[in-house]
């Protein structure tokens, strides 16, 4: 047997006929080529399913990933910056009403609408119609507006009371100890009384510097607002200095009905305004 292995060299297993099955020797290779090639094939599909699982295992955390970068966070908003967009539509319109009409109007006005008249308005146009209507109609209107939104419409507040308080004139000129010549009255045109603390001095000029800003007006006002907020930052800068203020004060008439009283300072009401409990 082993001479005929040997003398045949070229021998194939797998060629043999199918005259040659009927042999013992052929029918035992052929069921041992069987069983091997089945054992072949569930190893190659066994290594086929783990590199499957494999794939797959390194894959998911990879979508995972991109899941979690392409996700939006639950908590992010849109922040929507509204920009107010004034003008002096709303105004001119109030204007072409008769007075009747219009006190009528602002008496039973709404607060919706309120918030919409100041949010579309010229602070100093606003006041100056204001100032044509009753005070009580303007307190209500400033306590809706003040529900809303404490401090976001404070400049028409400050315009309000400091032109209210400047429609009783007190002389803005007085003259210059002893020479008589003529001096800036800065008490009157900061709206402070002559023994105002100094506390209530920066105050007032803070508040003032904050309303007479450039968008309060239309654009054809500027000029002329920016000439009476040259006059109230000479007055401001002077009185918040002790020492400057000292040599003012040397200077002036002593005369009280020249400066404003207490009671008539435009702060104050100001200041009991904002307290307001609504």
């Given amino acids: 047997m082993i001479g005929f292995m040997k003398g045949h060299s070229n021998f194939n297993l797998l060629s043999l006929s199918s005259s040659d099955s009927s042999s013992p020797l052929a029918r035992d290779l052929s069921k041992a080529f069987a069983s091997k090639k089945k054992a072949v094939k569930k190893t190659v599909k066994k290594s086929s399913a783990k590199k499957t699982k494999k794939t797959t295992a390194k894959k998911s955390p990879a979508s995972k990933t991109a899941t979690k970068k392409t996700s939006t966070p639950p908590d992010s908003k849109k922040v929507t910056v509204k ?62 507006v003040l529900k809303f939104k404490k401090k976001a419409y404070i400049e028409f507040f400050i ?83 002790e020492e400057k203020r000292k040599e003012v004060d040397c200077s002036l008439p002593s005369m009280n009905y020249l400066y404003p009283p207490r009671d008539r300072l435009w702060g104050v009401k100001l200041s009991r305004l904002l307290a307001e409990r609504v």
């Fill in 159 to 241: 315009l309000y009371y400091y032109r209210e308080y400047l429609r009783d004139p007190l002389p803005l000129t007085v003259p210059r100890v002893p020479s008589k010549d003529p001096m800036p009255n800065y008490y009157a045109l900061l709206g402070v009384s002559r023994d105002s603390t100094q506390d209530e001095i920066l105050e007032a000029g803070k508040y003032l510097l904050k309303a007479f800003k450039e968008d309060s007006f239309p654009k054809a006002d500027r000029k002329q607002a920016e000439k009476n907020i040259q006059e109230i930052k000479e007055a401001f800068n002077i009185l918040k200095n």
């Fill in 83 to 144: 920009v107010k967009m004034r003008s002096s539509r709303k105004v001119t319109a109030l204007k072409k009403l008769a007075p009747v009409e219009r006190e009528a109007r602002f008496e039973s006005i709404e607060s919706k609408e309120t918030i919409d008249l100041f949010d579309k308005s010229y602070p100093s146009e606003l006041v100056n119609l204001l100032l044509t209507v009753k005070p009580q109609s303007v307190r209500q209107m400033f306590l809706q």
